[in-house]
């Protein structure tokens, strides 16, 4: 059971003109009210996410020394270890380690040659031949699910179908590998496989295993609620780049993650960010300017900022 919505987006994915209103008005409903919602019919093959878990759970697997060939860099692609995240106000650094990819850019791809932050190659382990095909497969599947998904966005805040489409031409989309230790029963009021937080960017797209752990802050009581694994479904919840963009709109939920499962937990989380250069302008979606909370500010620099914060592989590039 959940108290959150199922919205089936089969219609949306397939190209149904009619199911456009209907998924909009859904997840509306969805991002004025939990900010957190669950689709089924996402057309994601199954075969795609199990390969990608497989490969991602045997580079977990591996001794500290072999994932650190492929550490973290400073454009965030590559293995990010235990204690490298802490969310904001949180008292201790996150219990888990993850592997991220970024959109495949050459170095000679004008972004790159441009200087543009968070743009390049990724870091693959040739120690893991498998896991570039599946997580490029997964990320492929997540950047077209994605982009359908903006599409009901994006009518269901009075915006053409279209919209976001010229903002997502070189997405800074982040797709994790996320892999939490057992956590020990007892330990969750200090002790977080992800402490509370919001995400920092547009739409997350989340996989998670059958151990469950996600828990989303309920906005009226304040209270946790579980987000539990419902088969054939992914989770999708509003990040802080759509709540600023929506002027509050759809607001970014705080939510978390403790695996009291006594088990290994996994997950995958695809962040479907725009373009670095993308103008996040509430006037844009029609606010009046009276009435605007936040100032204009790229996706990229928005990101940036929230990166320093948070990871610490950032705060010692800055300080060398």
């Not at 570039?132 to 599409?151: K, V």
């Not at 007892?186 to 996600?214: K, M």
Request: aromatic share 10%.
């Amino acid at each position: 059971m959940t108290q959150l919505p199922v919205i089936d987006v089969a219609g949306l994915r397939a190209g149904s003109a009619s199911a456009v209103p209907q998924v909009a008005a859904a997840i509306h409903s969805a991002c004025t009210g939990p900010g957190f919602f669950y689709v089924s019919g996402h057309g994601v093959p199954e075969a795609v996410i199990a390969d990608a878990v497989q490969q991602a759970r045997t580079f977990f697997h591996l001794p500290e020394e072999t994932k650190r060939q492929v550490k973290a860099n400073r454009i965030h692609r590559g293995w990010h270890a235990m204690g490298g995240a802490l969310m904001e106000g949180a008292k201790n650094t996150d219990r888990k380690e993850f592997f991220s990819i970024g959109l495949e850019l050459a170095e000679d791809d004008p972004a790159v040659l441009a200087g543009e932050a968070l743009r390049g190659p990724n870091q693959w382990p040739d120690f893991v031949p498998g896991l570039r095909p599946a997580m490029s497969r997964y990320y492929d599947e997540m950047r077209a699910l994605g982009g359908a998904l903006m599409q009901a966005v994006a009518v269901s805040l009075d915006l053409a179908p279209d919209f976001f489409e010229s903002r997502y031409r070189k997405p800074l989309q982040r797709t994790q590998a996320i892999f939490y230790p057992p956590q020990a029963v007892g330990a969750e009021e200090e002790v977080f496989g992800v402490a509370p937080h919001t995400d920092f960017g547009c739409i997350t797209l989340l996989w998670q295993d059958d151990n469950g752990g996600l828990q989303v802050k309920e906005r009226q009581s304040g209270a946790w609620i579980d987000a539990p694994p419902l088969p054939g479904t992914l989770v999708i919840n509003v990040g802080d780049q759509l709540g600023r963009w929506s002027n509050d709109r759809f607001a970014s939920t705080p939510h978390r993650v403790v695996n009291r499962s006594g088990r290994e937990r996994m997950s995958i989380a695809t962040f479907h960010d725009p373009d670095f250069s993308a103008v996040l302008d509430p006037r844009e979606l029609g606010t009046p300017d009276a009435e605007a909370h936040y100032a204009p500010i790229t996706a990229g620099q928005h990101i940036l900022n929230r990166f320093d914060q948070a990871f610490s592989y950032r705060k010692k590039a800055a300080a060398a």
